[in-house]
């Protein structure tokens, strides 16, 4: 079956997303349309949807709210909090050494439809010292990593597809203290050449081709705020600073 997955960071219900043509005048109607609000029958198939509302957190198990019904909550590993005048309402606030984590689940397998998207305001980006993570289900670089996404090389957004044979940048530069919406859409059902796209603030940004028709099912956490790599020569996290804002799918 095919699933569509939404991670990370939405602004009322992603209206960006659906732009009006993307930078060589085509269309972007097929860019994932996201409701305002999750009530109704807009739960039924809903996979995971953080607000980052809460009033703070505090590192308690599970106190991220998912309001798809609590069956995907995270919990804070790490210095990290909301904070007021977000994307939409509060955000999470990472500080660089935090990240909130999802148990693996059966309904966060992308398998042959993943959408990820997410405003992202980063307050101090490695510029490719290390990468900046902002969503990431993987134990590390080449271990049971089914999706990541995270600004790194010359603040460029790059892309994990099952597993990092296909890894691409985006086009379009990330900048400091500015929020920016980046979605990255893989279809498994087209041919290989244009399932992966990423779009920023709405405006598709690159189509990239992707090797697998089928996203692998990995038991590894969900990550949002981070990207490990403790096998790297030199073990990191890959910490997001700044501040990411809803989670939804």
């Known amino acids: 079956m095919r699933r569509q997955l939404v991670l ?3 602004w009322a219900g ?3 997303v659906n732009g009006p043509s993307s930078p060589d005048g085509q269309t972007t109607s097929d860019a994932p349309q996201l409701p305002e609000a999750l009530t109704g029958s807009l739960l039924t198939g809903c996979v995971l949807a953080l607000h980052m509302d809460e009033a703070a957190w505090t590192g308690a198990s599970n106190e991220v709210k998912d309001a798809c019904g609590n069956d995907n909550p995270g919990t804070l590993v790490g210095q990290g909090n909301t904070v007021p ?4 309402g509060r955000a999470g606030s990472f500080s660089g050494n935090a990240c909130v984590d999802i148990p ?3 309904s966060l397998h992308g398998t042959t439809g993943l959408t990820l998207s997410a405003w992202i305001l980063p307050t101090k980006l490695n510029h490719g010292s290390d990468a900046n993570g902002i969503i990431s289900k993987r134990t590390s670089g080449n271990n049971q990593n089914e999706y990541s996404v995270a600004v790194w090389l010359d603040d460029h957004v790059y892309v994990d597809l099952d597993a990092e044979t296909d890894r691409f940048p985006g086009n379009a530069v990330i900048l400091e203290n500015m929020w920016a919406q980046v979605t990255v859409v893989y279809d498994g059902s ?3 050449a244009q399932r992966a796209r990423v779009y920023l603030n709405g405006t598709l940004d690159i189509t990239m081709p992707e090797t697998s028709a089928v996203l692998t099912k990995y038991p590894s956490t969900l990550h949002v705020g981070c990207m490990p790599a403790p096998t790297a020569p030199e073990p990191t996290q890959q910490n997001f600073i700044g501040e990411l804002d809803e989670v939804v799918s």
Do not use: T
């Open 8 to 10: 990370a960071a939405l």
């Open 14 to 16: 992603c209206g960006n």
């Open 85 to 88: 005048n977000g994307a939409h």
């Open 104 to 106: 693996n689940a059966e």
């Open 190 to 192: 087209l041919a290989a």
